[in-house]
T-cell receptor, first 112, second 113 residues
């Protein structure tokens, strides 16, 4: 079975721009979660989707948003980028709620 | 407020010996715990998990112990191998709150040949 895939793997954007990141979960997995990893804050939960519905949202500003499609693929969007948004963005999928989550390789976003 | 803490930022162990990584949590609602291994520029790799109804779970060289009264869990790796060198994260979730994982800060394990 193919693992979680994320595109693009690397991205460089300028302050004020917006960005969309994509995640394809493992086949059959219906839950997709997004996390941000930075050296200062570690791994932090962004949001979680299950059956196209956002179930949880972490403590991030409204500039961070996401969605899930009927095939379970998910996208996250960050608008009005700030330097502090530079991070590794990780997507994880699981079969159902309450199961172990499997992570993709991440998208490294650099904001200049 | 850090709800999940890994107090040792690094650990060095000789090949063949036991590695013990520790994790403490404060939220009594957490009922599912996981350990992940991470290499630089890669996503975390799931290692092992444990539900709060158990106090031990084994998978090959990896064993996780949970002490609910102390709000403490540990990961034992026996025997340690150089390929185990990586950053290890513990994570916790409240299954009533979906799949949201709260991570510790990580422990860098170095296994010396």
């Amino acid at each position: 079975k193919a693992g979680v895939t994320q595109t693009p793997r690397y991205l460089i954007k300028t302050r004020g721009q917006q960005v969309t990141l994509s995640c394809s979960p493992i086949s059959g997995h219906r839950s997709v979660s997004w996390y941000q990893q930075t050296p200062g804050q570690g791994l932090q939960f962004l949001f979680e989707y299950f059956s196209e519905t956002q179930r949880n949202k972490g403590n991030f500003p409204g500039r961070f948003s996401g969605r899930q499609f009927s095939n379970s693929r998910s996208e996250m969007n960050v608008s009005t980028l700030e330097l502090g948004d530079s991070a590794l963005y990780l997507c994880a999928s699981s079969v159902l709620l309450g199961n172990e989550q499997y992570f993709g390789p991440g998208t490294r976003l650099t904001v200049t | 407020d850090q709800q999940v803490k890994q107090n040792s930022p690094s650990l060095s162990v000789q090949e063949g010996r036991i590695s013990i990584l520790n994790c403490d949590y404060t939220n009594s609602m957490f009922d599912y715990f996981l350990w992940y291994k991470k290499y630089p520029a890669e996503g975390p790799t799931f290692l092992i998990s444990i539900s709060s109804i158990k106090d031990k779970n084994e998978d090959g060289r990896f064993t996780v112990f949970l002490n609910k009264s102390a709000k403490h869990l540990s990961l034992h790796i026996v025997p340690s191998q150089p390929g185990d060198s990586a950053v290890y994260f513990c994570a916790a979730s409240d299954n009533n709150a979906g799949n949201m994982l709260t991570f510790g800060g990580g422990t860098r394990l170095m296994v010396k040949p």
